[in-house]
């Protein structure tokens, strides 16, 4: 198995802990046009439903590699991602910036990923931030680094993190904030049902409103288009102090082949009397 990009390194627990939680109610619709330029044009628009704010993106890949990975519209203007790849086997060329003409480009980048190397770096085109990273992995333990560079601060991190993983289960253990804060992840496939999963970091302070998060859950399919969540959240360094956490639920289904419904729902422990205190999220995804 090829190793992730140190970004994504322990991106296999993240997902279960944190896709279809929250409070979010929206409303999306995507679609794709006929073949433009020998690539289709997939359009994507989300409305939420409480404010009723909208944004539109579209995505667009030509068979020569090149690729406007997202083309973002809101109120705020217009943003793009793109990359190039087919330069050289698992080489991808990226770059992000504005539609307009103040800031056309903003950051360019760099990832390469075969079975035994994933690298990435990327800079701003200012030069005053940049960021570089490497994994290695061989017969399921993957090893990673990165550096962070900031003009004003010089290196401003040097995350690291090591993992050993296959089919069934992932663990990982990790550090970064210069060696001041330290992290643990792990999954474990219980059955072709149920797979649990743990995320935590801390700085090893416990004190009153320290920075501490510890996020415990599982994941149930319940049939071939329904899934089921259920997880124990607990982040902590808030000013009003110690937090005792919450209980999270969420389900997401495809009663239809182009309609996913997905909803959330919260119950903070220091109010769990208070029904009014509850949040809870909705969406509906059509395409």
Request: aromatic fraction near 8%; proline fraction near 3%.
């Amino acid at each position: 198995m090829a190793p992730p990009l140190f970004a994504d390194f322990s991106k296999n627990v993240s997902d279960i802990l944190s896709d279809d939680f929250g409070d979010k109610k929206f409303l999306k619709a995507k679609n794709s046009t006929p073949a433009v330029m020998t690539g289709k044009v997939g359009v994507t628009s989300e409305t939420s439903l409480s404010n009723f704010a909208g944004k539109l993106s579209a995505k667009w890949k030509h068979k020569s590699g090149f690729a406007l990975d997202k083309v973002a519209f809101d109120a705020k203007g217009a943003k793009y991602e793109a990359s190039m790849s087919k330069l050289a086997k698992g080489l991808v060329v990226k770059a992000t910036g504005k539609l307009n003409m103040n800031s056309p480009l903003d950051t360019v980048g760099l990832e390469f990923q075969d079975d035994m190397v994933a690298a990435a770096c990327k800079t701003d085109t200012k030069f005053s931030s940049a960021q570089a990273s490497l994994v290695l992995g061989h017969d399921g333990v993957q090893v990673g680094g990165g550096l962070v560079f900031k003009k004003d601060d010089g290196v401003s991190d040097y995350p690291l993190a090591i993992g050993y993983g296959d089919q069934a289960f992932f663990v990982a253990a990790s550090a970064e904030d210069k060696l001041r804060k330290f992290g643990i992840a792990g999954k474990y496939v219980l059955s072709d049902e149920l797979t649990l999963a743990l995320c935590g970091s801390s700085g090893l302070e416990f004190s009153k409103g320290s920075p501490n998060k510890l996020e415990l859950g599982a994941a149930y399919k319940v049939n071939g288009t329904t899934t089921a969540k259920c997880k124990y959240a607990f982040v902590d360094g808030q000013k009003s102090g110690n937090n005792p956490g919450s209980l999270e639920a969420a389900v997401n289904a495809s009663p239809l082949k182009a309609v996913s419904l997905v909803c959330g729902l919260a119950i903070p422990l220091s109010d769990v009397a208070s029904v009014g205190s509850y949040k809870y999220g909705a969406g509906i995804t059509l395409g």
